[in-house]
């Protein structure tokens, strides 16, 4: 499994516990090519939307659910 895969992979797991739990998700830091694919890829995904916070190079993603 090469590493976009697993990113991807992360990414849904967060998705799909912050779709089942309601409460937000911090992803563990990600250099900004990491965190682009990441928003990338869940910009898709019905019901969370995703923002960055922090300082480089601990920027992290928060995974929140829409209301």
């Known amino acids: 499994m090469n590493e976009k895969q697993i990113l991807i992979n992360l990414a849904n797991k ?21 965190r682009r694919l990441v928003h990338a890829h869940l910009q898709n995904f019905k019901g969370v939307e995703t923002h960055s916070e922090g300082e480089e190079p601990y920027r992290k993603i928060i995974v929140t659910s829409v209301r």
């Not at 998705?15 to 563990?28: D, P, Q, S």
Request: hydrophobic share 35%.
């Open 14 to 34: 967060a998705a799909y516990k912050v779709k089942k739990t309601g409460r937000k998700v911090v992803m563990e830091p990600m250099t900004p090519s990491e």
